[in-house]
């Protein structure tokens, strides 16, 4: 199959991307600027990770997409939650977290915009870094919301296109031990919020990472890397 990867450099999206690259060929990567804090560190990873898988790449702007505002990723007066490690699973905190940095349709922007590379590019796959962690609080990252956007395809789109998801039943930590055992490079991935010179560690993208990397045993090993 020849695919395209929705590639954002954080560990998801680079995993499911190396992933998917051991049984199709990627013809494209899309990285997607809009407005969000992190979008030129993102833009960075997602670059060094395309060279490595042999792909081109692509950047799409969609400046009216973070200027809709409402969310903590692209409006820079507002705060991104910080949360202990102790409140990342509790359904109650989570779902005040999500909708502080809740982008409109965000990712089904992405799957369509994906969908219409296909068809200009002869493919049949998007490949999406979904995880089952988020999916617990951000239904756009569900099994329910590939197979809608899988069938909504068929009617928008001139040819079958299929929406490869190989992260999306795996926690954070399954996901980085999976890029290990693949020898996926995570020592490029960019997964926080924030687009400083390093990772702050205190928003949930970070948090999560780290405690991914603690459980696999990877989170000595990465620092060295990087």
Sequence with gaps: MRAITLLSGGLDSVVATWAAH?????????????????APREYQAA??????????????????????????????????PAPSEDELDDPETAAERARAVWVPNRNGIFLNIAAAYCEA????????????????????????????????FTYSTGRRVEVLAPTADLTKT??????????????????????????????ESCQR?????VASGLWETWHQQR
């Design 47 to 80: 670059t060094q990770v395309s060279d490595q898988v042999g792909c081109a790449h692509k950047l799409i702007e969609l400046p009216w997409l973070g200027q809709l505002g409402g969310n903590a990723l692209t409006t820079r007066q507002a705060q991104i």
């Design 22 to 38: 051991q049984e199709h060929e990627i013809a494209l990567a899309l990285t997607f600027d809009y407005g969000q804090r992190a």
């Design 174 to 203: 399954q996901i980085a031990q999976l890029g290990q055992q693949l020898g996926a490079p995570l020592h490029l991935i960019w997964s926080c919020y924030e687009g400083g010179q390093h990772h702050c560690w205190q928003c």
């Design 121 to 152: 590019l002869d493919c049949t796959g998007i490949v999406c870094g979904f995880n089952a962690e988020e999916a617990a609080t951000f239904p756009d990252n569900s099994p329910e919301f590939v197979q809608a956007a899988e069938k909504f």
């Design 209 to 213: 990472l780290r405690r991914a990397l």
